[in-house]
């Protein structure tokens, strides 16, 4: 096992240190294009730093709080998690800054479409390489370290231990759980703070520059745009990076504690050696995926590109996806070939993680399909609501609200069929292979989703050093291109998020052990979720309003941030009327120190609630009330998550399908163009703030809540209260 990890972490952070340095050696072009993009690169690090610092605290209390109520490994590995995220993630962002203006001057340089492409994609490649690479290096520290092996059996030591609170859990199922958690925190982080903070920047920019000010976007008389663009490396880079590497690890680590508790359940007689390939071959699927990354980022990389990005970019990940398949199937072949899996419910014998696994796959792939559909304007959904712009902003907002809702039911149904077919091949184990599937070549994915957000500060570099506008023309192309890739990977985050949480869900309804004996814990899991039980009902009901709550919280958490940046760009053009004619340059730093405290301070109340809700609830009311609480959530925030990225995806291209120039009579500066300009305003905090940061509440309220029901499960006040009524 540990030789298939070696080889995908350092081949996948060995070649993402190739294409940094490929990069970064590339010229940056003029003095005023240095000039641009250092104070972008300088905003981007002063708040990651900031926040860094607030993580930091935060993590350690809550790493002390395991290692006093459950355990001192799950610390420890919680604190490896979150290392190994944050690392990833500041990569990432840091590649982003320096590849941006590098994009801008390839495309004035070569005038070249393919050129471009291949320097944006190899910047984005750098940090898709570092989700899989960190990822995978952390997971096999962990096993390495906690993964404790029991004589000659070489099965990870799945023996139940109690703690002083006279809780019992699985010491590696606590190991890999606290890891998983540690990785979510980040991300949560990260997805919320950098949310907020790139969408306060953007909404303000775009209400006064282009609403009141008449001036276009990315016009560096705007005081908010560095801030805004700053805000695309927060939000879209490390926050999609932190996002994605928590959903990665959350699949794994779904399938691993699941296989650990099903060992010890009594009416599951899983043989030892076939244990021990449970907990081991999700971690090889994973690093096969990552190994076939590898070959298909490299296609892109050397290959000379055409001027057709959207192929090229289509081809790498069909590559990495393909190889996946094929290397993954004859890895199954051989790994399960002679052991019997009856005992598990393998319906198709030796091969039926591997067909589970391709159900994913293939579902990931339809899910992105599915969004580009409803979000790009090449096709009929979108068209439909730039034409509807118009009629007024009122049928622009309407009509985008309805795509966004109708565009929930075919990702909703194509989730519940891979999640049906993929019990009925593998039982329970087979719905957290569709979900590791789906994940499995997740480095391909977040390259070409961070590729997007360089691609669009390329163009506000190009816009802001005054370059000729055929360069422009290059790299929109290359974001309209990013906006695409942007709806589609929100598609498979979306997706990924859904079947990991629900992987982590069957876990937590198999955690809870029941049987003890004189000689301590014998096997024996208590199935603790019961649906006709009134508190897990009332939870389902409760957790599905969650979302909306805390959404709401979100969207209000970027108006009051937006509203200070109004009032700062506001200010800045009544006292310095100079800055409108170029005359005056703006004080950008001002309105990023704005946005960084804004975001810095709105995002804790939603973060807390995330980690909070299901501890709270739990010790209140007990493991059938979180249960439900899960379910509910978990439905809730997929439909929530896909309408608000869909629609808001929809309105933003609408309005680029109207700045084309191909809707008869509307162009730049009609109603209609302004109209549509308002609908990507209202959309803006939906899809880059809500709809991911949903992502991220559903897994971390599952990873939280499987690591502490052993204690609220127990330990609360609604048992106590039934005892006391006896």
Same mark, same amino acid.
């Given at each position: 096992?540990?030789?298939?990890?070696?080889?995908?972490?350092?081949?996948?952070?060995?070649?993402?240190?190739?294409?940094?340095?490929?990069?970064?050696?590339?010229?940056?072009?003029?003095?005023? +294009?240095?000039?641009?993009?250092?104070?972008?690169?300088?905003?981007?690090?002063?708040?990651?730093?900031?926040?860094?610092?607030?993580?930091?605290?935060?993590?350690?209390?809550?790493?002390?709080?395991?290692?006093?109520?459950?355990?001192?490994?799950?610390?420890?590995?919680?604190?490896?998690?979150?290392?190994?995220?944050?690392?990833?993630?500041?990569?990432?962002?840091?590649?982003?800054?320096?590849?941006?203006?590098?994009?801008?001057?390839?495309?004035?340089?070569?005038?070249?479409?393919? !050129?471009?492409?291949?320097? @944006?994609?190899?910047?984005?490649?750098?940090?898709?390489?570092?989700?899989?690479?960190?990822?995978?290096?952390?997971?096999?520290?962990?096993?390495?370290?906690?993964?404790?092996?029991?004589?000659?059996?070489?099965?990870?030591?799945?023996?139940?231990?109690?703690?002083?609170?006279?809780?019992?859990?699985? #010491?590696?199922?606590?190991?890999?759980?606290?890891?998983?958690?540690?990785?979510?925190?980040?991300?949560?982080?990260?997805?919320?703070?950098?949310?907020?903070?790139?969408?306060?920047?953007?909404?303000?920019?775009?209400?006064?520059?282009?609403?009141?000010?008449?001036?276009?976007?990315?016009?560096?008389?705007? #005081?908010?745009?560095?801030?805004?663009?700053?805000?695309?490396?927060?939000?879209?880079?490390?926050?999609?990076?932190?996002?994605?590497?928590?959903?990665?690890?959350?699949?794994?680590?779904?399938?691993?504690?699941?296989?650990?508790?099903?060992?010890?359940?009594?009416?599951?007689?899983?043989?030892?050696?076939?244990?021990?390939?449970?907990?081991?071959?999700?971690?090889?699927?994973?690093?096969?995926?990552?190994?076939?990354?590898?070959?298909?980022?490299?296609?892109?990389?050397?290959?000379?590109?055409? *001027?057709?990005?959207?192929?090229?970019?289509?081809?790498?990940?069909?590559? !990495?996806?393909?190889?996946?398949?094929?290397?993954?199937?004859?890895?199954?072949?051989?790994?399960?070939?002679?052991?019997?899996?009856?005992?598990?419910?393998?319906?198709?014998?030796?091969?039926?993680?591997?067909?589970?696994?391709?159900?994913?796959?293939?579902?990931?792939?339809?899910?992105?399909?599915? @969004?580009?559909?409803?979000?790009?304007?090449?096709?009929?959904?979108?068209?439909?609501?730039?034409?509807?712009?118009?009629?007024?902003?009122?049928?622009?907002?309407?009509?985008? +609200?309805?795509?966004?809702?109708?565009?929930?039911?075919?990702?909703? @149904?194509?989730?519940?069929?891979?999640?049906?077919?993929?019990?009925?091949?593998?039982?329970?184990?087979?719905?957290?292979?569709?979900?590791?599937?789906?994940?499995?070549?997740?480095?391909?994915?977040?390259?070409?989703?961070?590729?997007?957000?360089?691609?669009?500060?390329?163009?506000?570099?190009?816009?802001?050093?005054?370059?000729?506008?055929?360069?422009?023309?290059?790299?929109?192309?290359?974001?309209?291109?990013?906006?695409?890739?942007?709806?589609?990977?929100?598609? %498979?985050?979306?997706?990924?998020?859904?079947?990991?949480?629900?992987?982590?869900?069957?876990?937590?309804?198999?955690?809870?052990?029941?049987?003890?004996? !004189?000689?301590?814990?014998?096997?024996?899991?208590?199935?603790?979720?019961?649906?006709?039980?009134?508190?897990?009902?009332?939870?389902?009901?409760?957790?599905?309003?969650?979302?909306?709550?805390?959404?709401?919280?979100?969207?209000?958490?970027?108006?009051?941030?937006?509203?200070? +940046?109004?009032?700062?760009?506001?200010?800045?053009?009544?006292?310095?009327?100079?800055?409108?004619?170029?005359?005056?340059?703006?004080?950008?730093?001002?309105?990023?120190?704005?946005?960084?405290?804004?975001?810095?301070?709105?995002?804790?109340?939603?973060?807390?609630?995330?980690?909070?809700?299901?501890?709270?609830?739990?010790?209140?009311?007990?493991?059938?009330?979180?249960?439900?609480?899960?379910?509910?959530?978990?439905?809730?925030?997929?439909?929530?998550?896909?309408?608000?990225?869909?629609?808001?995806?929809?309105?933003?291209?609408?309005?680029?399908?109207?700045?084309?120039?191909?809707?008869?009579?509307?162009?730049?500066?009609?109603?209609?163009?302004?109209?549509?300009?308002?609908?990507?305003?209202?959309?803006?905090?939906?899809? *880059?703030?809500?709809? #991911?940061?949903?992502?991220?509440?559903?897994?971390? +309220?599952?990873?939280?809540?499987?690591?502490?029901?052993?204690? %609220?499960?127990?330990?609360?006040?609604?048992?106590? %209260?039934?005892?006391?009524?006896?």
């Amino acid at each position: 096992m540990f030789g298939f990890v070696a080889i995908a972490v350092i081949g996948s952070i060995g070649f993402a240190a190739y294409n940094y340095f490929s990069v970064k050696k590339r010229d940056p072009g003029t003095e005023l +294009m240095k000039e641009i993009s250092g104070a972008i690169r300088e905003g981007a690090d002063t708040f990651i730093m900031h926040e860094f610092y607030v993580i930091l605290k935060i993590a350690i209390l809550i790493s002390i709080a395991l290692m006093i109520f459950v355990s001192w490994y799950t610390g420890v590995t919680f604190l490896i998690g979150a290392t190994m995220s944050q690392l990833a993630a500041f990569l990432g962002m840091d590649i982003a800054t320096i590849a941006n203006v590098r994009v801008s001057n390839t495309a004035r340089e070569t005038k070249s479409l393919g !050129s471009t492409l291949k320097v @944006a994609f190899q910047g984005g490649s750098v940090m898709g390489l570092a989700v899989g690479g960190f990822a995978l290096l952390g997971l096999g520290l962990v096993y390495l370290i906690f993964g404790k092996i029991l004589g000659q059996t070489e099965i990870i030591n799945l023996q139940i231990e109690t703690n002083w609170l006279g809780i019992s859990y699985i #010491p590696f199922a606590m190991s890999v759980s606290g890891y998983a958690l540690g990785c979510s925190i980040i991300a949560m982080f990260n997805r919320v703070g950098g949310g907020i903070y790139t969408k306060a920047a953007d909404m303000g920019a775009d209400l006064v520059g282009k609403t009141e000010a008449h001036i276009p976007e990315d016009d560096p008389r705007n #005081p908010a745009t560095i801030a805004d663009n700053v805000g695309d490396n927060v939000g879209d880079v490390a926050g999609l990076g932190s996002d994605l590497l928590e959903s990665y690890v959350g699949a794994i680590i779904a399938s691993i504690t699941l296989a650990a508790y099903m060992y010890l359940h009594p009416s599951i007689p899983i043989p030892e050696q076939l244990i021990s390939k449970l907990l081991s071959y999700p971690i090889i699927l994973s690093s096969i995926g990552i190994i076939s990354c590898v070959i298909g980022i490299a296609y892109l990389s050397f290959k000379k590109v055409s *001027d057709k990005p959207h192929r090229e970019l289509n081809v790498s990940m069909w590559t !990495s996806a393909f190889l996946t398949v094929v290397g993954s199937g004859i890895l199954t072949y051989f790994y399960f070939k002679d052991i019997d899996v009856s005992s598990v419910g393998f319906k198709a014998g030796a091969m039926s993680p591997w067909l589970a696994s391709v159900l994913g796959i293939l579902c990931g792939m339809e899910m992105g399909w599915i @969004a580009e559909y409803y979000t790009s304007y090449d096709y009929k959904p979108t068209q439909s609501l730039s034409y509807a712009s118009l009629e007024g902003t009122a049928l622009t907002i309407t009509e985008g +609200m309805a795509l966004g809702m109708k565009s929930t039911f075919l990702p909703v @149904a194509l989730l519940g069929f891979t999640i049906i077919f993929a019990s009925m091949i593998a039982g329970i184990y087979g719905v957290t292979m569709a979900a590791l599937g789906m994940l499995s070549f997740v480095s391909a994915t977040v390259s070409i989703d961070t590729y997007g957000p360089i691609a669009d500060n390329a163009g506000g570099i190009c816009e802001m050093s005054k370059l000729e506008p055929e360069v422009r023309q290059i790299t929109d192309k290359l974001d309209s291109v990013g906006n695409t890739t942007a709806a589609i990977g929100k598609g %498979f985050a979306i997706g990924s998020a859904a079947l990991a949480a629900m992987s982590l869900l069957s876990s937590y309804i198999y955690s809870q052990p029941v049987a003890q004996s !004189s000689e301590g814990m014998v096997g024996g899991l208590d199935l603790i979720l019961n649906m006709i039980n009134p508190l897990t009902l009332t939870g389902a009901i409760v957790g599905a309003a969650l979302p909306y709550y805390f959404s709401g919280m979100l969207i209000e958490s970027v108006t009051k941030a937006a509203r200070e +940046m109004v009032q700062e760009v506001r200010r800045q053009f009544k006292e310095m009327p100079g800055i409108l004619t170029g005359k005056v340059r703006p004080d950008y730093k001002t309105c990023i120190q704005i946005s960084s405290e804004s975001a810095l301070r709105q995002m804790l109340l939603p973060a807390l609630i995330s980690v909070l809700t299901p501890i709270i609830s739990g010790f209140i009311f007990g493991a059938d009330f979180v249960g439900g609480l899960l379910v509910g959530t978990v439905i809730s925030s997929i439909m929530l998550a896909l309408y608000t990225a869909n629609a808001g995806g929809a309105w933003d291209n609408s309005k680029k399908f109207i700045e084309s120039g191909m809707v008869e009579g509307a162009s730049k500066g009609t109603a209609a163009h302004q109209s549509a300009i308002i609908g990507d305003t209202v959309g803006d905090p939906l899809k *880059d703030t809500v709809g #991911p940061s949903l992502d991220i509440l559903i897994k971390i +309220m599952s990873v939280v809540s499987l690591i502490t029901v052993s204690i %609220f499960g127990k330990y609360n006040l609604f048992s106590l %209260f039934n005892l006391f009524s006896k």
